[in-house]
């Protein structure tokens, strides 16, 4: 750990695999003091042996916690908060998606997406506001996704789940800013995890340990909203928004 080492505590939803794994390794190879959770705690466990085994000093706290469950984030997340000390980095990560069309979809499953993406989101968020409130100070996370830019064929529940976090999070900025808390919206594009491994097609995939690398670098940067990996995303998103919907709507359902 450098000198003047500028000490974070972490909190990450949805920590047992794919992005959210990558960024508690990072930020506990960094040394912060971390809070991972997800519903598998064996996996959690895991991970932070893993993360302790790199000596880094930090703290590395593990809780149980199905986001999409609303009250239990307000039982465990602010625990964690007190664990800790208090909050820097809040990131609401935990995520799920469903792939199915229109007659053969489960009302059941989209209502999961939502609850999880959406609902989990802001129940995680709205949880922490007393310790955001009261430490003046702090930044929130969350990670939406490129599906968010255009409602996807094939992926109705998950683009709105993630157009809804994006505006959540876009209004919630104005919101948080005089309590010295900032936002930041992140936007992958395809990143090597266990959400898409099934899908046919996965274009521009980047590894899960490169996309969150990236995802890191742009957090720590602060920026308000970033699509990553930046290219070709950020361009295919100018381009998603401006194609006719008589064009949008042949986009086959995968
Ligand atoms: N990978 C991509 O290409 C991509 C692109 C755009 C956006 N994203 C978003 O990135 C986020 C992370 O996804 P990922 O790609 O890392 O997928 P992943 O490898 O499948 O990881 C999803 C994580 O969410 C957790 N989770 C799922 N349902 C949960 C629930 N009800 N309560 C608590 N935790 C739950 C899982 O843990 P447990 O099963 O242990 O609970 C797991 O740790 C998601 O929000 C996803 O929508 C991913």
């Known amino acids: 750990m450098s000198k003047g080492f500028d000490k974070k505590k972490v909190i990450i939803t949805g920590a047992s695999s794919g992005i959210g794994r990558e960024l508690a390794l990072i930020y506990g190879k960094a040394g912060h003091d971390l809070a991972i959770t997800s519903r598998r705690k064996k996996v959690l466990e895991e991970l932070s042996k893993e993360i302790r085994s ?6 590395v706290i593990i809780a149980s916690l199905d986001v999409s469950e609303s009250e239990d984030n307000f039982k465990v997340l602010p625990k964690l908060a007190k664990d800790l000390g208090g909050v820097d980095l809040f990131i609401a990560n935990a995520g799920i998606s469903t792939n199915s069309s229109f007659g053969v979809k489960s009302f059941e499953a989209d209502k999961k997406v939502i609850d999880t993406n959406l609902i989990g989101l802001m129940a995680g968020i709205s949880s922490l506001q007393s310790v955001f409130r009261a430490q003046k100070k702090g930044q929130i996370v969350g990670i939406s996704s490129v599906a968010s830019f255009r409602g996807l064929p094939g992926s109705a529940s998950y683009s709105t789940s993630k157009a809804a976090v994006s505006t959540y999070l876009e209004a919630l900025r ?13 936007h992958p594009g395809f990143i090597d995890t ?3 491994q099934k899908l046919k097609t996965r274009p521009f995939l980047v590894s899960a340990e490169k996309g969150a690398k990236k995802i890191y670098d742009r957090i720590e940067s602060g920026v308000r909203s970033a699509t990553v990996p930046w290219f070709p995303w950020a361009l295919i998103g100018v381009l998603m928004r401006s194609v006719p919907e008589f064009l949008w709507e042949k986009i ?3």
């Open 54 to 59: 790199f000596g880094a000093g930090g703290k």
């Open 174 to 186: 104005g919101e948080v800013r005089k309590f010295g808390v900032k936002v930041t919206v992140i």
């Open 194 to 196: 266990p959400i898409n």
């Open 252 to 254: 086959e359902p995968r």
